[in-house]
């Protein structure tokens, strides 16, 4: 049964998570192993993307704005672009969540993230063929372990955006992938037969928006002074410690 404190807890991990290029999913499917308890299941968990998504939107509500009302045809176009992929997958995919792949897949692009960061320059804005390539990459972020925010800002990076302009176009493009993903369990759980916690829902949509509120300005103030270098060693050692404890 969900409690208010493992909801609290739950909310805080994927809150400050989603938006640190550190894999939420991974954190969430770990939860109930670390604490020995049941699975707080799926619809929980897209419910604390949910509250992340409309922390997203408040953050950039000027720009969300503009994209709703067709003021930035460049923002929204790539955009669109960027979401066709997992769109496109997502419903293909049924990824693992065990603990394996999560710690396989965080030391890989741990190192993947280092890399990119350390030898991709800061010369561009994010076109559309970056935007394209970041879409791909974050289909991958399906995957337990990759993490969604950082598998796109290795791309970005990667091609040469700036870890500010990485930052940003990641959290925005954030926006139609959680919210597909919100509409699809949705639907999939007012349509079975399960009996759904909207108490526990609730709770979960609204702890987990002011805990990403608070990681979304966290990240962007801290890329103003420092690399992801400190985000690269934690999710190897995270890795590491996961292989040798639980495996």
Known sequence: MLTLDY???LAAIQGFTEFLPVSSSAHLALLPSVLNVEDQGMFIDVAAHVGALLAVMWHYRARVAQILTFKDWSLTAKLAVSVVPVLALGLLINPPRGITIIAINSIVFGILLYAADRFGKSEREVSMRTA?????????????GVSRSGITVTAMRARGVSRKDALDFAFLMSMPAIGAAGCYELIKAVTSDEAINWAATAWTVGLSAIFSLLAIRFMLRFVRHFSFAAFAAYRVVLGIILLIFFI
């Open 132 to 144: 394209f390539i970041a879409g791909c990459a974050q289909v991958l972020a399906l995957i337990p």
């Open 7 to 9: 909801i609290m807890l």
